[in-house]
């Protein structure tokens, strides 16, 4: 069994129903007093998915066009190929739109995966793109050891590092243990590295400070900027039996969150907006028309601030920095 789990005290958090509340988060500012920001993320699983060849004893069976049961013990051509068409096709597409519009995105690195293709973080870095950790493998973590789960942080560290040039300022499991909130930040403090924000949430349309568990005796803790994720704006859901039916919905649904959030800009009261992307998914011509769609009707609006990750949550770092017990606190 797993030596501990969240019940224990360095590895529970209570949960928060009342957030910002009715008065939300005022004075929040955006760079040039944008009414909204918007954070594009990639998510580059195509290599780091479960696979014979990587010791996983099976094939992936999740995020599939043609999902089946996995192949066990045996290589499963066709499912392969699906995650390169991501690689090959799906990232260079998404990449020369973004970089046509001048929009700068946030690259979910799976360590193993882009150790197959370098030239993907290279080229994010040449041109000012944010390479955060999706993990070194896409994998379930729940059941992973302490020990071992830290192993496998510093190892995606270390591996984005050595591509980048620099340790990775934002993480996002998807996948998750009990114990990885925690155990993140404690593997960047000994390793020395900076952790600028974690983003296993999707409780909120703005950044929130947590205080961190395993620092309640501290008299000097540093706590943990959430900079919250998006499940429903996310090209995930073609392939979820209650997600878009055709890429016009996906369209709809992201031009409908975006009207409503930049609305709330106007009042006074900016948020931030996620859209999460898969190379292998939007990256297929048939849905790419829908994001390459939505990417132009927001460049034509006024006051949008399309950021990386990391950007935002410097933003709003210095204007509301660390303390203990609130979810954000001006200066």
Known sequence: MPEAYA??????????FRGYGEDGLPGLK???DAKIAVSFVINYEE??????????????TNLRENAGPPRINERHYN??????????????RLFRLFNKYEMKFTLYAVGQAVEQVPEV??????????????????????????????EWIKK??????????????????????????????????????????????????????IDRADEREKSNPTGCLMVPYSYDCNDFKFHSANGFRDPQSFYNHLKNAFDVLYAEGEEGAPKMMTIGLH????????????????????????????????????CFREQYPY????????K
């Open 7 to 16: 019940s224990h005290p360095d590895y529970g958090y209570d949960r928060d």
């Open 30 to 32: 955006w760079k040039n």
């Open 47 to 60: 290599g780091g998915e479960r696979s014979v060849m990587s010791g996983d004893g099976q094939s992936e």
């Open 79 to 92: 499912a392969e190929s699906e995650f390169e068409y991501g690689s090959r096709a799906g990232f260079w």
């Open 121 to 150: 973080v290279t080229r994010c870095v040449e041109t000012g793109h944010d390479v955060a950790s999706h993990a070194y493998r896409w994998l379930e973590y729940h059941d992973f050891s302490i020990e071992k789960e830290k």
């Open 156 to 209: 995606c560290i270390e591996s984005l590092k050595k591509l980048s040039g620099y340790a990775p300022k934002g993480w996002y499991y998807g996948r998750g243990s009990p114990h990885s909130r925690t155990l993140i930040p404690q593997v960047y403090e000994e390793m020395g590295e900076e952790l600028v924000w974690a983003s296993d949430t999707y409780a909120d349309d703005l950044p929130y400070w």
């Open 279 to 314: 190379n292998r998914i939007i990256g297929r011509p048939g849905r790419f028309k829908a994001l390459q769609d939505f990417v132009k009707y927001i460049s034509e609006k006024e006051g949008v601030w399309v950021a990386t990750r990391t950007e935002i949550a410097e």
């Open 323 to 330: 303390q203990k017990g609130t979810l954000a606190k001006a």
